[in-house]
Structures are given as C-alpha cells and as structure tokens.
C-alpha cells in the first residue's frame, strides 16, 4: 500500500505531469521539418517553460500547498500544453490525409485519468484538451477538413470517455487506500492505547491485592484499628474502581504478544 | 492430592500475603514460588497439591503462568488452577488458556472470602 498522504501523492502525479509536458511537447519539434510551411516554435517552448514553472513551484512549495492550488498547477500545465497543440496542429492539418490527427489529444487524456491530482482537475484537464481539438474543427476551412479522416473527432471522444470512467476509478481507488489507511491508523492507537492501559493494571493490581489482603489479615487479628482499616479498605477500592475504568480501553483489543511483560518499559514509551 | 496449594507469584509482597492467607484457611503450609523455574525445581511438592495460584505476568522475557500451567498440565498435575492477574482477558493466550477445562481466570485484587471460597470450593467450572 502507499503509505503517502493525499497531499504527497498529488504533488507527486503533478510533478510526473509537469515532467511529461517538459519532455513530450519538443517532440512536436520533430516533425516541423515535414509541414509545407514552418509552423511557429514557440507554443512549444512557451509550454515547456510552463512545465519547468511547475516543476520548480512544487518543489519549493509543495509540501506547503494545498490540495486546491496543486490541482491548479495541474490544471495550469495542461491548460499550456492544450493551447501549443491548438496553436501548432492548424500547421499540421496541412499535411492532409498524411496526418494522424489529434494523437496528442488522446494520449492527453489517458495521462489526465492517470495523472490528475483530483477528479475536478482531470475533468478540467479532459475538457480543455478535447476542446482544444474540436477548436481546430472550428477553425479550418471546409476544404482542409475534408482532407482529415472522416472519423474525427469521433475516436478522440470515446478517448476522452474511457479517460473520464478510468479518472472515476482512480480516485474511488485512492479514497478506498486513504479509509484503509484511516484505518489502520485507528487501528494501531486503539492498540497502543490498550497496552497502556494493560501496564497500568498490571503495575497498580498486585500492590492493591498485597493491600486487600493485609487489611484483611488485620482485621481478622482484631488489631483494634477498626476505623483506620476501613479508611484503607475505601481507598483500595476507589483505586480498584479506577482500574476498572481502564478495563474497556485494555480490552477493545485483545492482543497477541508474550503473556510476560514489561510494564514499566511499556508505559515509558507510551510517553 | 490434598488440600495443599501451590502459589506462583513474582512480587515478593504479594507471595508473602498469599501464602499467609492460603496457609490461614487451609491450616497447613504451603508451596510458594517465584518463578518457572522455581516451580520446576519443586517438582515433586508442587504436583502433589490440589491447588495452583498462577500470576500471569513473571516479568520480561520470563516464563509466564501460562507457560507453568502448560508444565504443570504436562506432569499430569491433576489440581485445580486459577490464574490470579492484574489485567484479565486482554491477552490472547489468556484467554485461551482460561477456557481449558481445569483453569479459571481472575482479576486482581480478590479479598479473603473469595479467595476462601476458591481454596476451599473449588469454585471451578
């Protein structure tokens, strides 16, 4: 299981988004020696500076954000790398039927579902890349769209509806992790609090049983201190009542280590 | 078997108490040990009493009650056994070993009649 809070695993899926948007956008680069005409560098630099931006905002500032400003950050680098693709694909479209349109959209949203901080922020991150998309749809001439494959965008969306039902899935995995988690460290001061509570009644009921029985035995020798054993009697069982008190808490868990131990260490460290 | 009794208990105080509230109810003397290997030792007086007084906890890393009670159910001791601890059913040893047929657990502290009651009752199930 992953033992990182919600926090450290969003900066650290963020970072990993940051990252593939530093690494993957030059990749457009490539292929600008292909196009009939040069397309601009850049959207493509521009995005990477973005990227470099978060990267650098996350490590500095991390562990500090909250969970809202690191999805923006997501929300951010996607945002740039969505408008360098709605900048540089008119250039690609170009190409005609020798173009593959919209790759980076659905690879886009595939990483959004994996990678998104929180289910707002991969919704976001789905709906700006695929409208990034349906912009260039927007903006070509009738004569330039008929040279695209008819499908598109057709296959793009059934991408960005996996996305969304595989981002669904994530996070409901992520909040079963975080209750498991909750659990088990529920788990484990219920336990260290009824080790507690053995040692104490360990330590405290032999001296009382010593107690009982003395007062017992002078009683029972008619040592003529009647009013003064009474008074002991009373403070055994106050101190007794209070021991029972701590009953429920050392029984909430029953638990499995050696039958002898040491009491004074536990409650030491219990400190 | 007799009316003797054995006690198994760490705490000198408390072994002293006992031992002189056993010996007082049953009018005879009676086997009193620190530990394990103590009881080990008295092999012979221990498995001839009808009674074992069982602490729990013998301190760190020592043989516990229960593992005296697994000797003494090992030597055919043929007596009652009442594991007499400060803090119960907690443990899950514990609790297992007082549901075998010969044993009963109690808590600390138990005044004079009931420890009468127990030596010479029974008070077994």
Redesign the interface.
Known sequence: MNEAGPREQAVRTTLAAAALNILGTPIELLFARELPIPMPLWPVFAAMAVGVAVVVTLLVHGRQMSMSNIALLYVVNNTAIALALLLLQPYFALLGRAWSPFQEQKLGVLVASLLAPTLGSGIVAIATLVASALALFAELAPDDLRELPVAEPGPLLIFAIFAVVILFYRMHLLEVQRSTTRIATANAAAAAT?QTA?AI??????????????V??LR?DDAGQGIVLDRMDHA?TRI?ELNEML?PH??E???????????P?RLRRAR | VGLGVVILEDDSDLRASLKEAVSEITKSPCVDVASYNAMAAREDEVLHTSLAILDINLGPGAPSGLDAHEWLVKHAYRGRVVFLTGHARSNALVASAANTGNAILLEKPIDFDRLAEIVMHGDLP
Do not use: H, M
């Open positions: 009824a053995l009644r360990d330590l405290a009921n032999t001296p009382l049983q010593t107690l009982r029985l003395s017992s035995r029972r055994i007794s009953r050392g029984e868990v029953l638990y499995a280590g050696p039958a002898s131990f040491d009491a260490s």
